[in-house]
């Protein structure tokens, strides 16, 4: 079967990766004579915007009947970061239906993860600071995220949160930081959640507990070694259905992209995605 690749282009995304990389990607497009349309994303939410209009107007779902077509398919390949991917298949979420993706990372963290509190207070930091754009330039995105986990240590206050695991309800009277993810990263590769596995069909929540400063940075220096789990102010847990209430307003982030600091009431599931990887001989 043939392609015709539909490439979602954020130039913005990590400060320019994301222009420079499609300017890599669409000379070996043409070299191998493949055909393909590309759209830029101009402003913030422009990526759903195309998105939407893709999924109404041109793309289809892999189907064995579509597979035995000789057909040519309209493949969707998202260039960004971790807030375009999201808004991408937030948009096809919401509109209910099911395409493959193609996603070529070109952000400052590369994670996919959605938290409440320090992870989010950083990304919040992390996203209005300056230092970001500068290191971005040199291909050093994660150290400003380091900077801002500096800043928002001294800052961020414990918070109490209800969370639902599995019919299960635990309270945390001063939650410091609280991270749901199906994966092991986040923050620019740090595997704040070493067990999770994306193939199973499970949300990892790890939940930190407001501490004196110097147990923090005990539990990071864990962390760091991916020990993290041996803290008793670090929990961890595995479920298939979560919800976590948040009454005091607090940041909050999904796949990097700041939400507005406000109450929060999550209920969170799992749901397969295909994607397409295919190497470019």
Avoid at 1 to 6: G, L, P, R, V, W
Avoid at 54 to 77: C, G, H, M, R, S
Avoid at 166 to 188: R, S, V
Wanted: charge should be positive.
């Amino acid at each position: 079967m043939n392609f015709h690749y539909y490439l979602l282009v954020n130039q913005a995304a990590g400060s320019g990766t994301g222009k420079k990389v499609a300017e890599k990607i669409i000379p070996l497009l043409e070299q191998k004579k493949l055909t393909y349309s590309i759209y830029y994303s101009e402003y913030k939410g422009h990526d759903a915007q195309i998105a939407e209009e893709l999924a109404k107007k041109t793309l289809i779902a892999w189907t064995e009947e579509v597979q035995e077509q000789d057909n040519i398919f309209p493949l969707l390949v998202v260039i960004g970061g971790d807030g375009t991917l999201h808004q991408v298949l937030n948009t096809f979420y919401h509109l209910g239906v099911d395409f493959p993706v193609a996603y070529i990372p070109a952000g400052s963290g590369n994670d996919f993860a959605r938290g409440i509190g320090l992870d989010a207070a950083i990304v919040h930091a992390t996203n209005h600071s300056n230092a970001k754009k500068q290191l971005n330039k040199y291909h050093l995105g994660s150290f400003s995220y380091l900077l801002s986990i500096l800043r928002v240590f001294f800052c961020q206050k414990g918070f109490p949160i209800l969370v639902d695991i599995g019919g299960k309800q635990i309270a945390f009277d001063k939650a410091f930081l609280c991270t749901a993810t199906n994966h092991p990263y986040f923050g620019g590769g740090v595997a704040i959640a070493p067990t999770a596995e994306i193939a199973k069909s499970t949300i990892d929540l790890v939940v930190v507990e407001r501490i004196n400063l110097f147990k923090i940075l005990w539990i990071v220096l864990l962390l760091l070694q991916k020990k993290q789990m041996k803290s008793k102010n670090f929990h961890h847990f595995t479920t298939s259905k979560l919800r976590i209430l948040s009454t005091v307003p607090q940041y909050g982030q999904e796949d990097g992209e700041d939400m507005e600091k406000q109450p929060f009431d999550l209920q969170l599931s799992t749901k397969k995605q295909l994607f397409w990887c295919e190497v470019l001989r």
